[in-house]
């Protein structure tokens, strides 16, 4: 048999108090001397009584939950903003709810409706596909609500953002190759006509049209997936070979997961990483720093973009008037790059 809960009744019996003396003391509320409140407090924790969340909740109107809706939890790079969300949270007193979307905005908009429905006091969209053409559909959910990274030119107004500046970390790449001396760079990017994809891909271009080098159409490598998105270690895998037969002699690949990939197939292929071939990825997660050779690649400084979505979030529940942030990320140099 269970063991029978602690009521806030119990304490009241034990204390000889009445059960709303019990209850502001709980709360502390200033109606209650700091002398009575820290006795029953100590009663309270002797008897072992657990708060009632879902009471408090109806009494706050507070539930001291997040949502997070995240595209992928096997994707290294939204465990570390995650961990950044958790940390600001956590120092807060704040608890963090997750689902994911698989990168299918009728799954976001279904996991931010479900988190709207169990009343957290503010949600987090990673990677959102969310556009001004769903405004009907999510224009019930009065939740403040902050967007990471978001997929979309034209999200609702109503939401606000922190993101990563996808055409500047495309140049610090791109740039890098060409002090290299490298003439022939090689786009691989993915097929879910995501907006960092459009924005890395503009980058590349803008530098070779700086650096009066040729854009050959053969050079950039897109799956295209009809809006979809599979492994990118697979897309890596099965996209490199055509850019090596185009006659590149470096790549800048769309994140790091796609460069794993490519340089998987490289290794297949006989092909020396960076003596034949030279490989940049985006985004900067530890596993880059773990392969062979390491790779050089384009930081994104994840727990800092967990860090201030969370915080931004924060301000908005306080009223606090808050402001779209977009955070530069910056080279880091390998081994999986070299002079041409």
């Not at 807060?92 to 299918?104: D, E, I, K, Q």
């Not at 492994?231 to 470096?250: C, E, F, H, N």
């Not at 006989?270 to 530890?286: K, M, N, T």
């Amino acid at each position: 048999m269970s063991k029978r809960k602690i009521s806030i009744e119990d304490i009241a019996r034990k204390a000889g108090v009445s059960h709303t003396t019990v209850s502001r003391a709980l709360r502390d509320s200033p109606l209650i001397s700091p002398k009575v409140r820290e006795e029953i407090k100590q009663l309270a924790r002797e008897m072992g009584y657990v708060p009632n969340g879902i009471a408090q909740s109806l009494q706050t109107q507070k539930t001291n939950t997040i949502g997070v809706v995240v595209t992928s939890i096997a994707d290294p790079f939204f465990a570390e903003v995650v961990e950044g969300i958790e940390q600001i949270a956590r120092s807060s007193g704040l608890s963090v709810l997750l689902s994911t979307s698989h990168r299918n905005v009728e799954q976001e908009i279904a996991a931010i409706d479900n988190f709207y429905r169990r009343r957290v006091d503010g949600i987090l969209v990673a990677d959102s596909r969310i556009n001004t053409n769903h405004t009907q559909q999510i224009g019930q959910i009065a939740t403040p609500t902050v967007f990471i990274n978001s997929q979309t030119a034209n999200q609702p107004e109503s939401f606000h953002s922190v993101r990563i500046d996808d055409y500047l970390g495309a140049r610090l790449a791109v740039q890098h190759l060409v002090s290299l001396g490298h003439t022939s760079i090689g786009y691989l990017g993915v097929g879910d006509r995501s907006l960092s994809n459009q924005l890395r891909q503009e980058g590349y271009q803008t530098v070779l049209s700086e650096a009066n080098l040729p854009q050959i159409d053969d050079w950039i490598a897109i799956r295209e997936e009809d809006n979809t998105r599979t492994s990118d270690v697979v897309t890596g895998q099965q996209m490199l070979p055509q850019l090596v037969k185009a006659g590149v002699t470096s790549v800048f690949c769309y994140n790091d997961m796609v460069a794993v990939g490519a340089l998987l197939a490289c290794k297949k292929l006989g092909i020396s990483v960076p003596q034949d071939l030279s490989l940049v990825g985006f985004d900067g997660i530890a596993l880059g720093g773990y392969i062979t050779p390491p790779l050089t690649t384009i930081r994104q400084p994840m727990l800092e973009i967990g860090r201030v979505a969370m915080q931004m979030l924060l301000d908005l529940l306080q009223d606090k008037t808050v402001e779209n942030r977009v955070l530069s990320p910056y080279l880091i140099e390998r081994g999986s790059t070299a002079r041409k």
